[in-house]
T-cell receptor, first 110, second 114 residues
């Protein structure tokens, strides 16, 4: 039972912002939105997470809509090294299992 | 501050042999999770352990698979009598506490069964 929906793939030009959408229309009030990415053949890498406020760190920004039914991960200046599969995961406060769907394959082109 | 370490990075076993995968969590982390990624598939949760305790093994196959996290030393994922279908990437993650804390992943062990 998938909790999130992401586009299967997207391209982005190097140096431009990459905006990755995620729908989570059935999210409940105590569930967080997490983003991970997996660069080819490597372990998943934590990017960012949020509950309802927008969040920013050194890697990315997370914009969550007011109704919390969708969110957007923003990579402000994409580089070739950002080419990866990006996973949007909805997770309850005590939920230690990360449920990885198919994610979005992001290809950054020079 | 070293990250999560896994070894070996690549492991080749013949059908029927045993595979032992090791995971050393990040310093200060006492919660370990194992995930499996079959070829062309997403990562699936296998087991969650704390020191000397298995908390949740609901994702582990019922037979041939076992996991431990002893008081001293790394966490071990053990697969007995491997079959070709066990060929996959096995990732370990750790966190400082349970609940909604980010999990940090190791580089994985790629198991190939011939």
């Amino acid at each position: 039972d998938a909790k999130t929906t992401q586009p299967p793939s997207m391209d982005c030009a190097e140096g431009r912002a990459a905006n990755l959408p995620c729908n989570h229309s059935t999210i409940s009030g105590n569930e967080y939105v997490y983003w991970y990415r997996q660069i080819h053949s490597q372990g998943p890498q934590y990017i960012i997470h949020g509950l309802k406020n927008n969040e920013t760190n050194e890697m990315a920004s997370l914009i969550i809509t007011e109704d919390r039914k969708s969110s957007t991960l923003i990579l402000p200046h994409a580089t070739l090294r950002d080419t990866a599969v990006y996973y949007c995961i909805v997770r309850g406060f005590n939920d230690y299992k990360l449920s990885f769907g198919a994610g979005t394959t992001v290809t950054v082109r020079a | 501050n070293a990250g999560v370490m896994q070894n070996p990075r690549h492991l080749v076993r013949r059908r029927g042999q045993e595979a032992r995968l090791r995971c050393s969590p990040m310093k200060g982390h006492s919660h370990v999770y194992w995930y499996r990624q079959l070829p062309e598939e997403g990562l699936k949760f296998m087991v969650y352990l704390q020191k000397e305790n298995i908390i949740d093994e609901s994702g582990m196959p019922k037979e041939r698979f076992s996991a431990e996290f002893p008081k001293e030393g790394p966490s071990i994922l053990r697969i007995q009598q491997v079959v070709r279908g066990d060929s996959a990437a096995y990732f370990c993650a750790s966190s400082p506490l349970a609940g909604v804390y980010e999990q940090y992943f190791g580089p994985g062990t790629r198991l190939t069964v011939t």
